[in-house]
């Protein structure tokens, strides 16, 4: 099993900043099959991006992603108000697994 | 538009069962499979498994194997998670999602809460 971890656990930040998220797995994730997904309180998650750095339908452009191999980030630009919520990476290339989640809370 | 809807929330015993349901509609069911999610209060998301609404193949976590069965019925668009042998850490809120590796829409959550 890929076992994915996510750092940092919490994000403090303010409207306007940058968000830079990592997620590191314990054996390559082949072709790149690593998507993110974002989970706001009493929600279901969303589908933010795969394939490391294609968007899902909808999502702003100022989600990125990167990476590969072991490595992997994600980067909001700019955060909105909406952007405060929990942030998870997931591997499909191999039986999928989660990582355990990055919190970007308001400072 | 694509909506997976989830039945209600579940109180269970230790050792008892629980079936969870997840009706799809604004697509074709056949067309994706169904993806199984966990989340224990307060924690992350854990992959329980998916199933092939194409042909009824299921693959599941090493973790419940013989513990769980996903089934679906094609003629309701109607996806199952049946859990046995309950334990009290298997309280948790269960999500299906569209989709066997990425999952790009999914269910409201059920809670299903293991306590004696």
């Known amino acids: 099993e890929i076992v994915l971890t996510q750092s940092p656990g919490t994000l403090s930040l303010s409207a306007g900043e940058r968000a830079t998220l990592s997620c590191r797995a314990s054996?390559?994730?082949?072709?790149?099959?690593l998507a993110w997904y974002q989970q706001k309180p009493g929600q279901a998650p969303r589908l933010l991006m795969y394939?490391?750095?294609t968007r899902a339908i909808g999502i702003p452009d100022r989600f990125s992603g990167r990476g590969s191999g072991t490595d992997f980030t994600l980067t909001i630009s700019r955060l909105e108000p909406e952007d405060f919520a929990v942030y998870y990476c997931?591997?499909?290339?191999?039986?999928?697994?989660f990582g355990g989640g990055t919190k970007v809370g308001i400072k | 538009q694509v909506q997976l809807v989830q039945s209600g929330a579940e109180v269970k015993k230790p050792g008892a069962s629980v079936k969870v349901s997840c009706k799809a509609s604004?697509?074709?069911?056949?067309?994706?499979?169904i993806t199984w999610v966990r989340q224990a209060p307060g924690q992350g998301l854990e992959w329980m498994g998916w199933?092939?609404?194409?042909?009824?193949?299921?693959n599941y976590a090493q973790k419940f194997q013989g513990r769980v069965t996903m089934t679906t019925d094609t003629s309701t668009s109607t996806a199952y998670m049946d859990l046995r042998s309950l334990k009290s850490d298997d309280t948790a809120v269960y999500y299906c999602?569209?989709?066997?590796?990425?999952?790009?829409?999914w269910g409201q959550g059920t809670l299903v809460t293991v306590s004696s």
């Open positions: 394939g490391v750095s």
């Open positions: 054996q390559s994730v082949s072709s790149s099959k």
């Open positions: 999602a569209r989709g066997p590796i990425i999952f790009d829409s």
């Open positions: 604004g697509y074709t069911f056949t067309s994706y499979g």
């Open positions: 997931q591997q499909y290339g191999n039986s999928p697994t």
């Open positions: 199933i092939s609404t194409y042909n009824g193949n299921a």
